[in-house]
């Protein structure tokens, strides 16, 4: 599987099918074919262009309903599920986090903030959505055995480095790919001592991607 950072929380997994996660970047216009689309939450950083791609997308069922209205086979589930879509599998994971349908007239309430342990090739990746650090991050480890945890380190609206860091232990994936970071300036972090620090204490390795690269796993 080849996953690919496009920016801010955005990542496509590449291998027998093509799923594309939290479909937004600052600049818009992602350039991708995916057979599947996830969204980890409503805000408008994440749920980003998913109604323009009118692909199978899977969201908690508040989200899910809001896409079907516009057009979108969205496929709805919710917190400990799990479902599979085109040989994919998808278990939604709890995140600490709010959500937000940020429509014309004040928005309304998305649902609650949510992960994916997404199973695709043989290959387990847990992307965390937006989340504070939390202590079951345990049982997601216990339970699914990610191989890959793509974890927020921005800090202010999600966990920062510190927390993350232990996140990364009590998911225990050999690879951790850092997200949510440097997309504006409130969220800048310099994570080079986060690699560091990882990397000496776990047997982590820590893949620091630029928007736009990729990595083999």
């Not at 496009?6 to 990542?11: E, N, Q, T, V």
């Not at 043989?122 to 991050?137: E, K, N, P, Q, R």
């Amino acid at each position: 599987m080849k996953i690919r950072w496009l920016g801010h929380a955005c990542f496509l997994l590449e291998g027998s099918r093509t799923v594309l996660i939290d479909p937004f970047v600052p600049e818009g216009g992602i350039e991708a074919d995916p057979d599947i689309v996830a969204v980890t939450h409503a805000h408008a950083d994440h749920l980003g262009e998913a109604v323009r791609f009118q692909k199978p997308t899977v969201a908690v069922n508040e989200i899910a309903k809001y896409l079907a209205a516009r057009g979108v086979p969205a496929e709805p589930m919710n917190i400990g599920g799990t479902i599979e879509v085109a040989g994919v599998s998808f278990t939604m994971t709890p995140a600490l986090h709010s959500s937000w349908l940020e429509c014309a007239g004040g928005g309304y309430y998305g649902g609650v903030a949510a992960g994916y342990v997404i199973r695709m090739d043989g290959i387990a990746v847990y992307h965390a959505g937006d989340t504070a650090l939390f202590s079951d991050m345990k049982l997601i480890g216990a339970l699914y055995h990610p191989d890959v945890a793509i974890l927020p380190v921005g800090g202010r609206f999600t966990m920062g480095p510190a927390e993350a860091m232990m996140a990364a232990e009590f998911v225990g994936a050999g690879t951790v790919i850092p997200m949510h970071y440097n997309t504006w300036p409130a969220i800048k972090q310099d994570l080079s001592a986060f690699k560091e620090a990882l990397e000496l204490t776990a047997d982590i390795r820590v893949i620091l991607l630029a928007p736009g690269e990729s990595v083999e796993v």
